[in-house]
Structures are given as C-alpha cells and as structure tokens.
C-alpha cells in the first residue's frame, strides 16, 4: 500500500531537487481539497460482479507551472472485504525563459501504492521527462518514463516512451498519444485519444484506446467516460463508467464499472491576497466629503446574457455605496443593498475598456477592489475594468 | 473647361460641407457641468477630435470624470488633451477601420507604455475586434508587468484566443500577483499555462474508477 522507505526517500528527494531547479515559489500556491463519495457496480476480469462504496480524497496544489495532486480512495465491496489506493504526482514545468519560444520542458513524478484485503499489496515509483512543442491552439510531446514497480515482490524496472498531440478549440481538448511499456518482462502498446469538453455546469471525459504487441499485459480496445454535473460552488455531481486494462506499473486490474457519486468541495485554502494595498490619502482634487473614507469596497462586473452588466459592490459596513464611470457620464449612482454587505446596479455598459470609481458613505472616489488601479490624472486614482 | 472646374471645386465643396457640419455642431449639453472658464476649451477639443474623425466620447466622458472629482479646469483641459493625442496615435497604428471601442483601449495602451508597434502587430495578427486584447494589455501593464512581457503574452495569445479566453487568463494573472508572484513571471506562467492543456499527471485521474 505505501512505497519502500528507499522509494520514499528517492521521490522525496526528487521533489525536492526539482522544486529548486524550477524554481517553484510555494508563496503563490493555491490548495484545493476534494472529497468524493459514490457508489460502483464493477466487475474486475476474472472476477465476479460486485458492488462497492468508495469514499475519494484528493487534495491539489498548485501554481503556475506546478501541480502536484495526492488522492487515496477507500473502497468497500458488498463481500465486506476492502481496498485501499493511494497516489501522489506532481508536474513540473520549466520557465518561459529557460527553452526557446514555444517549448516547455516538465518533470513528472508519481508515486503510490494499493492494498487489497489485507493480501495483494503494490506500490510504484516513476519520473516522467516531457518536452511539449506549444503552439497557438494545438501541442505535442515527447517522453520518456523510468522507475520501479513491485508486486509484493523485488521490484522490477519500469521503462516507458511515449509521443502525444493535442488541440483545444473553444471548450474542448482532443489530445491523442501513443505509448510503448516495458515492466520487467512485460511488454505492450498503448495507443488510444481523449477528449474534453465544458460546457456551463457539465463537464465530460472520454477516452478510447486500444492495447497492442502485449506480452503479459493483455490485448483490447477501452473506452472510458465521465461527466461532471456542478452543482454549487462546492459540490458536484460525478457519473462514470467503462472498461480500463490492467495498468502494469500502478497495479490495478482490467475492468469494467459504472459510478455515481456526489464531490465536495472545500473552499480555496491560499494566503490572504495582497493585491490591495492601503488607500492613498485623500487629495484635495479627488473628494467632496467626509464619510467612511477608510471603507475598501470591492466590486465585481457581472455581464448577463440580455447585454446589461449587473454591478455589485461588496461594502459590508457601509450606510450608503455610490458608483460613478464613463457609463453613467459620470453621474453618481446609488447602489441598492441586495443582500448581506452586497450593494448592486445594473447598467447597460457597452463592451470595452471602461473607468470607474465607487464612494463610501458620502467619502472620497476610489478605485474598488476587483478593478486594476491606476492614477486617475486628477490627482486621485480610477479602477479599469473590461466588460467582454 | 467645365469638367476641369467640377473637378477643381469638387474637393472644396466636400471641406466646406463637412467644415459646415463640424461647425454646426451643438456644444455637448453634458459639458455644461464644467465651469464657464474650461468649457469652450473642452468644447474645441471636442470639436477638433470630431473633425479629426476621432471618437469624441471618450473626450467628454475624460472632461465629466474630472469635473465629478472637482478638479481644477487646468487638469480637466490638460486630460482631455492628452487623450485626444493618444486616440489619435491609436488611429494611426490601429488603422482608420478601428472602432471607437478599438481606439480607446488603443490609447489606454499607448497610456500605459505600449508601443504604436506593438498596437500595429496586434492588428495584424487578429481578425477579430481587438478590444479586449488591447485592455488585458493596458491591465496587465497597469497591475505592474513590464510592458514588454505583457506585449509578448497578448501577442502570443492574440492570434486565436477569444476574448473569454483572454480574460480568462488575465483572471489568471491576477490571482498569482495577488497571490505573490512577480507581475512578469505570473504573465509568462499563465500564458504558457493556458496553452499546455496536457501534461503527464492529468491522465492519472479518472474520477469514479473503482
């Protein structure tokens, strides 16, 4: 189930040697947790159908040029007997200035280990080398894998090659690639494409591959799918189902399932943002009154399909919140509170750059959170937005 | 002889009409709000920007802005001014088929540190409005990216990104800085970021496989 000390060791040292040589910044990360529960009807080859209730954390850290993911998944089948599944992987991503224009190198490593019913335990270890052509649209890849992979037994050696390709067209991806394997006397191909798609709350993977010169590892075609139902900002519907094959390295076993299952959410855990600073002091040429001058409101610009744009100011202390921008000729507006510090106004704001700026209880002009901030040229400061 | 005349008069006829109509223009009645001593000199940028065949609206909306925030009519006058040469700078590298929506994010980007270059390479790589490639730029510069990086980002993604994409990945940039990174880093990460789709640890999760 957990990876040999030495293993352990070897990835944790590689983490860490990676993280400096591309210069990963763990200030600007940001952390998501998930938890999935569902239940499955699977039928493992060789096996008869079975029934389980799995329960999935996952949590992802991740920053430009970094992510790293480690998910478990506890599995319990209606024998009563148990499965345990653990995975930790990370992808690294060379800086823009390392390689030349358009090619990014990235380091992949993975870890993890299964146990099943106190008897069938696995565990592997792999790094994965990329090099990913991008262009505007569309990519490619090449890489290699190495590693070890041990099945309650001395480990055996991991040696994968594999070229990819890619293409993203609106809000879907199509990405194709092609893999040759070899786990100790094992042997096979793999050659198979993907697509994802996003379209409002739904989300949908499929996959379709097929297995070729295997020796050890089985022959087929596979397809798998999922779709993702959200259903607020923390929680999720999840439906999925298909056949995989046996996965050599990792240690799972071909089979075919159907889930269905709810995700939850944790809130965006990430350090406080810095982004807004304390308020310039008040200038002669920017204010005509007094007010709540050190009240920092913060607005968000919401375009709704009937081409107006609702306005919503977020001022949780404030009496009264006025806006005024090249969409009202500079006329102030008074917000109407909506609900629990929110103030709002829907305007008919027409697509392009626009300026704005809000006012606090009868206070000074400011430029609101959630705008970028520039000085204004009357010796104050205006927010810019830009409306789609 | 007469055809020689028509021709001649032709062009001078077309100046006085269209000096006519300049002319007979009424004053803004929005700029009434500023005070008698600035108003005929914001009029008369109005004015020369109209004739120009610049977008004016942006110049009233700069004269408004200031008179809501009480400045003096120097500033006004000085503000005004300014913007009505850098929609003008904007026209010359954005073309004369830009919009007046084009030329205001234009010159918000000339404002910001862009180089009529870089606005003239924009046009060239996108067909389609260039108004929110020329804002996430101004952004970009505004939030503290130096403007080459953030001219080498949006000409890298002008070609094909759509504008959801675009502030997409503004949004992107946004939240690294907040979130501590340096304003040129986050840009390049993002940028990139936004066009690696595939890397080698997405394939490892498959939600709901048992």
Redesign the interface.
Known sequence: MRPAPAARHVWTASLAAATSVFGVRTSAAQTTATVDIGVSTVRYDGFLPSAAGSLTPALTWERPGAVVTARGTYLRFESGRRSLQGLMAASLFTPPSLLPHRWRGELSLSTGGSNYADFASFWHATGEARLHYVGAGRGAWIGGTGGRTSYGSAPRPVAVAGVGVWARRAQVTLAASATRSFVGDTAYSDVGATIHASRGRFEVDGSLAARLSSHGAGHGVYGEASTTFTLGERTALLISGGRYPTDPVSGSVAGRYLSAGLRLRTPLLRPRPIRDPPLPSRSPANGDGGGSADVTARLEVKPAPDGTVRLVVYAPAAATVELAGDFTDWQPVALQPTSEGAWESVQHIPVGVHRVNVRIDGGRWTAPAGTTRTTDEFGGEVGIVAVP | MRPTCTRAALPLLVAMVVAGRATAQQPDS?LERLDAATRPTVVALVDSARTAMLPTE?LV??A?????????GD??V??VR?LAADLGHARDALGSTASP?EL??GA?ALR?GASQATLAQLRHARRE?L??P???L??LV??GVPVDSAAAAVL??A??????D??EF?R?V????????PPA??T??????A????????????????
């Open positions: 929005r942006p909306q700069r408004l802005e200031g008179a809501t925030k009480r400045a003096s500033a006004i000085a503000a300014r929506a205001t994010a918000a910001a409005p108004t929110v020329l804002a996430v101004a952004d505004a939030s890298g993604l070609a094909r990104a759509r504008d959801a675009l502030v503004r992107a946004e939240r690294d800085i907040a979130l501590g990174a880093a986050a390049a990460a993002a940028a990139t970021a066009e690696v789709w595939v890397n080698a640890g997405a394939r490892q999760q498959r939600p709901g496989r048992p």
